[in-house]
């Protein structure tokens, strides 16, 4: 192990992790179950080479970034958004590629919590005397922020889940007579077909299944995109044979209806003969939400996004489940006794048990108020 002083972040360095980051995104909606991670390669501040993860069995970013450098590797500084890998995947690990690159500083965005179970990237590159320093601050909370999903999945076994609501200023998700479309804008519903892109999985509640006939589909969005499973939280397998998501079940991206043991068995067969995925769950209202989750989880599902409505949202608040947040606040004033609020169910009884966002952001959408924020922190410690 190295003991001479590691020089702090340099601002060119500083400025490269920023781009590794932008680079890393390139790979959004593409790399699930792999992380989004982007590398710059520099020497004497100035760029010589970068790469970017582009998804599974595919060159890591490193990897990516040292081939592109050739020769010019030697003795520079990598900059990596996350802690390289020490272990042997499908692609051979990239610490080592490092040390045989003969690079002389690595500048690591966010140290690997599942590092910590293996040799760790950071570990192998300091034995071989390369100079490792770690991002701290806003720049490592970005760099957490790019791979919440793929550590939220490993670490919990259940996929990141992100509630996006619209709502009236009043706080209503439809009117007293059921009418929701659209409640946001034009720039914001653009918005949400890009979080669903970057989805593995979009989900709705059986209440908005068959109340807006939804197709869950990610359209009208540049890039390369892995379209996200639809998944309906529909207890008894009610969903209709002739609803939107069964009729292209077959053809389109997967749907999965996350069902209870009370569902009949003659319209779980119906479902799966459209060639809808049923999986029946057991126990309770909770512990089917928990067991839905994890499902989920298992079948690859790293980033859940749901879409609502007022019930499904409200167990899953209850039950603890949201990770992230995505609100849309319309300029608008819904009112009336009737009109839904956002959460369904009993909400909390104190204020002092009111489930607060932090890391929250606000931002003009179109004219509509959209707020960001998370419920759990960030995993990895970002
Ligand atoms: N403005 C918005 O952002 C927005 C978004 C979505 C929907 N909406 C509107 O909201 C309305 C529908 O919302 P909704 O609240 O009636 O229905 P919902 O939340 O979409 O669906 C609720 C249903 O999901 C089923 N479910 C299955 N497992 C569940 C679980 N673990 N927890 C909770 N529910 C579970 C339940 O029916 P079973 O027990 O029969 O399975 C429950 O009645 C529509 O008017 C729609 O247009 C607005």
């Keep these: 192990m190295t003991t001479r002083a590691t020089a702090p972040v340099t601002p060119s360095e500083a400025a490269a992790l920023d781009r590794a980051r932008a680079l890393a995104l390139n790979g959004r909606g593409r790399v699930s179950p792999n992380p989004l991670v982007g590398a710059v390669v520099l020497r004497d501040g100035v760029t010589v080479a970068e790469g970017w993860h582009e998804g599974p069995g595919l ?32 692609t051979p690990p990239c610490a080592h590629a490092l040390v ?38 806003a720049a490592r909370h970005a760099c957490a922020e790019l791979v919440s999903p793929f550590l939220t999945a490993a670490l919990t076994g259940r996929p990141e889940v992100t509630l996006k609501l619209a709502t009236s200023l009043d706080g209503r998700i439809a009117t007293a007579t ?116 994890r499902a989920l989880g298992a079948r690859g599902v790293q980033s859940l996004f749901v879409e609502g409505g007022a019930v499904l949202a409200g167990a899953l608040v209850a039950a603890g489940a949201v990770d992230r947040v995505a609100w849309f606040l319309a300029p608008m004033l819904i009112g009336g006794d009737g009109a839904p609020s956002a959460l369904a169910g009993e909400g909390v009884r104190e204020l002092s048990a009111a489930p607060r966002l932090i890391d929250t952001r606000t931002e003009d959408v179109g004219g509509d108020v959209l707020v960001t924020g998370r419920l759990r922190p960030l995993p990895g410690g970002g």
């Design 59 to 90: 060159p890591h970013a490193e990897a990516m970034a040292l081939a592109a450098a050739g020769d010019a590797a030697r003795g520079a500084t990598v900059i990596c958004t996350l802690e390289p890998c020490s272990h042997h995947g499908r």
């Design 100 to 137: 045989d690159a003969g690079v002389a500083r690595v500048v690591v965005g966010l140290a690997d919590p599942l590092e910590r179970e293996r040799a760790g990237g950071v570990a192998v590159l300091r034995e071989a005397g390369v100079e490792v320093v770690l991002a701290e601050g």
């Design 178 to 293: 059921g009418e929701s479309r659209w409640i946001s804008g034009p720039a914001s519903r653009a918005l949400v077909h890009r979080w669903r892109a970057d989805a593995d999985a979009v989900a709705v509640g059986l209440g908005t299944a068959l109340a807006d006939d939804p197709r869950l589909t990610a359209r009208d969005v540049d890039g390369p995109v892995r379209p996200p499973a639809r998944v309906v939280f529909d207890t008894t397998a009610r969903l209709p044979l002739d609803a939107a998501l069964v009729r292209d079940a077959a053809d389109g991206p997967p749907v999965i209806v996350l069902a209870g043991e009370a569902a009949p068995a003659d319209r779980v067969a119906a479902l799966r003969e459209r060639g809808v995925e049923v999986e029946v769950l057991p126990g309770d209202a909770p512990a089917r939400l928990d067991a839905g989750l």
